[in-house]
C-alpha cells in the first residue's frame, strides 16, 4: 500500500490528493497538512448579504477545460456559472470608458481599438508601427511593458495592459513576462511574425460567442467540498515544518509522518525554505519567486444601487483610486437575492511595505477606500448593507520575464517522488492550478511505479 503526504490544502493540494486517491485506489494512504481554519486556501466563500459571495478567487477561464471537466468528473457539471455577457469598463484619465474589443491581455491588434483611450498621436503610433523593423529574438523572454512601450507607447501600457494584467497578477506590465502572461503572443513572435500588430492579430483566439469566464453556483467552497470527499484525505491541521529524506515529515506539533511520496502544494516561499536542505536547486529557483499581497472588501448593496449594466471596471494605472479592480459580481454572474453584490480589490506588486493595503491597511480603512472608490467611479452615494474583508498576503505570485525557465529549473532540481504544485507554476487561475496538480500526481505514480519494476 503506497502512502502519500500533501502539503497544503488548497486547490493545488486538494486536487492532487483526490487524483492520488483515483489513481492509488482505496488502500492508500493520503495525509493532508494545512493549518488553517477551513480547506481551499484562496478558494474561501462567505455569505454577504445573505448570499454566497468568493472573496478569493472568483473565477476560472472557461476556454481551458481542466475546471469544466473536473466539475463534470465530481457530479458538478450543472453547477458550472456561466456569466451574464456583461463587458467590463476600463477607469482611465478619471472616466469610465468601454473595455477595447480586438485585444490581447489589453495589447491592440489595431489602431481603432484604442480610439478614444488614448490620444491622437499615439493612435498614430499604432497605426505605423508595423512599418518599423522588428528585432525579436526566438526564446527571449521581455516583460510585457518593456515590448509594448517600445512598439506601441506608454499610454498603450498603462491605460490598457496595466488594468488587464493587473487584475489578473496583481502586478504590473513592467513585472510580467511575455511567455508567461501571452504565450500564444510569444509563439507568433517566435515563429516569424513581422510586427507586433502581425503578432497580436495571429494570437487572438478565434471570435465566438461562448463566455470567456465561468465561476460554480454556490461558490468555490461547492468544489473544495466536494474533492475532499472524493480525494477522502486524512486532514491534519497542523503545518509542515521540516522534510527529512526518505520522507518523513515533521509537524508543528512535534509529530512526524512517513510517506513513500509527497506533494508540496504551498508557495514557493514555504517550498524554498522547506527543500533547502534535500533539493537545493529546486530551493533556489522557488526563492526567485517574488508574490504581491492584495486584500479583496466585498459589499453587498440595496439593490436601487446605482450600478452600470457592466461586469466590472479594471482601473488604469496612475489613477486616483485606491483599488485596482471592482467587479460587480450581480451584474457578472447574474443577482441572487435582494442585493447587488461588489467586489473590490487592492494591492499590487512593488507597492512600499508602508503602503500595501493587506498588511497596514485596518478593516475600517479599507471599507472607507472601497466606498470612496465606488463613489468616485460611478458618481452617487453608497451604503453597504454588509462586508467582509479578506486578505491575502504573499499569495499572488508574480510572472516576471524569464519564469518558464526558472518552472523548469524548479521541477529539474527536485527528486523523482517529490513533486510541486501552486499558483507560481504554470499560471495563476484555478485551471493552470487545476492541471498542476493532476502534473504531480501523474509525476508521482510514474516514480512508484518504476521503483516497482525495478
Given at each position: 500500500m503506497?502512502?502519500?503526504?500533501?502539503?497544503?490544502?488548497?486547490?493545488?493540494?486538494?486536487?492532487?490528493?483526490?487524483?492520488?486517491?483515483?489513481a492509488a485506489?482505496?488502500?492508500?494512504?493520503?495525509?493532508?497538512?494545512?493549518?488553517?481554519?477551513?480547506?481551499g486556501?484562496?478558494?474561501r466563500?462567505?455569505?454577504?448579504?445573505?448570499?454566497?459571495?468568493?472573496?478569493?478567487?472568483?473565477?476560472?477561464?472557461?476556454?481551458?477545460?481542466e475546471?469544466?471537466?473536473?466539475?463534470?468528473?465530481?457530479?458538478?457539471?450543472?453547477?458550472?456559472?456561466?456569466?451574464?455577457?456583461?463587458r467590463?469598463?476600463?477607469?482611465?484619465?478619471?472616466?469610465?470608458?468601454?473595455?477595447?474589443?480586438?485585444?490581447?491581455?489589453?495589447?491592440?491588434?489595431?489602431?481603432?481599438?484604442?480610439?478614444?483611450?488614448?490620444?491622437?498621436?499615439?493612435?498614430?503610433?499604432?497605426?505605423?508601427?508595423?512599418?518599423?523593423?522588428?528585432?525579436?529574438?526566438?526564446?527571449?523572454?521581455p516583460?510585457?511593458?518593456?515590448?509594448?512601450?517600445?512598439?506601441?507607447?506608454?499610454?498603450?501600457?498603462?491605460?490598457?495592459?496595466?488594468?488587464?494584467?493587473g487584475?489578473?497578477?496583481?502586478g504590473?506590465?513592467?513585472?510580467?513576462?511575455?511567455?508567461s502572461?501571452?504565450?500564444?503572443?510569444?509563439?507568433?513572435?517566435?515563429?516569424?511574425?513581422?510586427?507586433?500588430?502581425?503578432?497580436?492579430g495571429?494570437?487572438?483566439p478565434?471570435?465566438?460567442?461562448?463566455?470567456?469566464?465561468?465561476?460554480?453556483?454556490?461558490?468555490?467552497?461547492?468544489?473544495?467540498d466536494?474533492?475532499a470527499?472524493?480525494?477522502?484525505?486524512?486532514?491534519?491541521?497542523?503545518?509542515v515544518?521540516?522534510?527529512?529524506?526518505?520522507?518523513?515529515?515533521?509537524?508543528?506539533?512535534?509529530?512526524?509522518?512517513?510517506?513513500?511520496?509527497?506533494?508540496l502544494?504551498?508557495?514557493?516561499?514555504?517550498?524554498?525554505?522547506?527543500?533547502?536542505?534535500?533539493?537545493?536547486?529546486?530551493?533556489?529557483a522557488?526563492?526567485?519567486?517574488?508574490?504581491?499581497?492584495?486584500?479583496?472588501?466585498?459589499?453587498?448593496?440595496?439593490?436601487?444601487?446605482?450600478?452600470?449594466?457592466?461586469?466590472?471596471?479594471?482601473v488604469?494605472?496612475?489613477?486616483?483610486?485606491?483599488?485596482?479592480?471592482?467587479?460587480?459580481?450581480?451584474?457578472?454572474?447574474?443577482?441572487?437575492?435582494?442585493?447587488?453584490?461588489v467586489?473590490l480589490?487592492?494591492?499590487?506588486?512593488?507597492?512600499?511595505?508602508?503602503?500595501q493595503?493587506?498588511?497596514?491597511a485596518?478593516?475600517?480603512?479599507?471599507?472607507?477606500?472601497?466606498?470612496?472608490?465606488?463613489?468616485?467611479?460611478?458618481?452617487?452615494?453608497?451604503?453597504?448593507?454588509?462586508?467582509?474583508?479578506?486578505?491575502?498576503?504573499?499569495?499572488m505570485?508574480q510572472?516576471?520575464?524569464?519564469?518558464?525557465d526558472?518552472?523548469?529549473?524548479?521541477?529539474?532540481?527536485l527528486?523523482?517522488?517529490?513533486?510541486?504544485?501552486?499558483?507560481?507554476?504554470?499560471?495563476?487561475?484555478?485551471?493552470?492550478?487545476?492541471?498542476?496538480?493532476?502534473?504531480?500526481?501523474?509525476?508521482?505514480?510514474?516514480?512508484?511505479?518504476?521503483?516497482?519494476?525495478?
Amino acid at each position: 500500500m503506497s502512502s502519500y503526504c500533501v502539503v497544503g490544502g488548497g486547490i493545488s493540494g486538494l486536487t492532487a490528493a483526490y487524483r492520488l486517491r483515483v489513481a492509488a485506489g482505496d488502500e492508500a494512504s493520503i495525509t493532508l497538512f494545512d493549518p488553517a481554519d477551513r480547506l481551499g486556501g484562496v478558494l474561501r466563500t462567505e455569505r454577504v448579504g445573505g448570499q454566497p459571495m468568493d472573496v478569493g478567487a472568483e473565477a476560472f477561464v472557461v476556454r481551458r477545460p481542466e475546471v469544466p471537466a473536473l466539475l463534470a468528473e465530481l457530479g458538478l457539471a450543472d453547477r458550472q456559472l456561466d456569466t451574464t455577457g456583461a463587458r467590463p469598463l476600463i477607469y482611465s484619465q478619471d472616466r469610465l470608458q468601454p473595455m477595447p474589443s480586438g485585444t490581447l491581455a489589453g495589447i491592440p491588434s489595431s489602431p481603432a481599438s484604442m480610439v478614444g483611450l488614448v490620444d491622437d498621436a499615439t493612435v498614430a503610433r499604432i497605426a505605423a508601427e508595423p512599418g518599423r523593423p522588428l528585432h525579436w529574438r526566438p526564446g527571449s523572454d521581455p516583460s510585457v511593458g518593456d515590448l509594448v512601450a517600445d512598439r506601441f507607447g506608454e499610454q498603450v501600457v498603462s491605460r490598457s495592459v496595466d488594468p488587464l494584467l493587473g487584475g489578473v497578477y496583481a502586478g504590473s506590465a513592467a513585472t510580467i513576462g511575455v511567455r508567461s502572461a501571452t504565450p500564444s503572443l510569444a509563439a507568433a513572435l517566435d515563429a516569424g511574425a513581422a510586427n507586433l500588430t502581425d503578432a497580436v492579430g495571429r494570437a487572438l483566439p478565434p471570435s465566438t460567442d461562448g463566455r470567456v469566464f465561468g465561476a460554480v453556483d454556490g461558490g468555490y467552497t461547492v468544489l473544495v467540498d466536494e474533492l475532499a470527499r472524493a480525494g477522502r484525505p486524512r486532514w491534519v491541521q497542523a503545518a509542515v515544518d521540516r522534510i527529512e529524506p526518505g520522507w518523513v515529515l515533521h509537524d508543528d506539533t512535534g509529530a512526524s509522518w512517513h510517506a513513500d511520496a509527497v506533494v508540496l502544494a504551498i508557495p514557493a516561499p514555504r517550498l524554498a525554505s522547506l527543500v533547502q536542505g534535500i533539493a537545493p536547486r529546486a530551493a533556489a529557483a522557488a526563492g526567485r519567486v517574488a508574490s504581491a499581497s492584495t486584500a479583496i472588501v466585498a459589499l453587498a448593496l440595496p439593490v436601487d444601487a446605482a450600478l452600470p449594466d457592466n461586469s466590472g471596471v479594471l482601473v488604469a494605472s496612475g489613477e486616483r483610486l485606491r483599488a485596482k479592480a471592482i467587479t460587480l459580481s450581480s451584474r457578472k454572474w447574474g443577482r441572487r437575492g435582494d442585493v447587488e453584490l461588489v467586489r473590490l480589490s487592492f494591492g499590487r506588486f512593488g507597492d512600499p511595505p508602508a503602503h500595501q493595503p493587506a498588511r497596514s491597511a485596518s478593516d475600517d480603512e479599507l471599507l472607507g477606500w472601497a466606498v470612496d472608490d465606488l463613489e468616485a467611479v460611478f458618481g452617487a452615494p453608497v451604503e453597504p448593507v454588509d462586508a467582509r474583508v479578506r486578505r491575502w498576503v504573499d499569495a499572488m505570485p508574480q510572472y516576471g520575464p524569464g519564469h518558464v525557465d526558472l518552472v523548469a529549473e524548479l521541477r529539474a532540481g527536485l527528486p523523482p517522488t517529490l513533486a510541486a504544485a501552486g499558483s507560481y507554476l504554470d499560471g495563476i487561475g484555478v485551471a493552470a492550478c487545476v492541471a498542476a496538480a493532476g502534473r504531480a500526481a501523474a509525476e508521482l505514480q510514474n516514480a512508484l511505479n518504476t521503483e516497482v519494476a525495478r
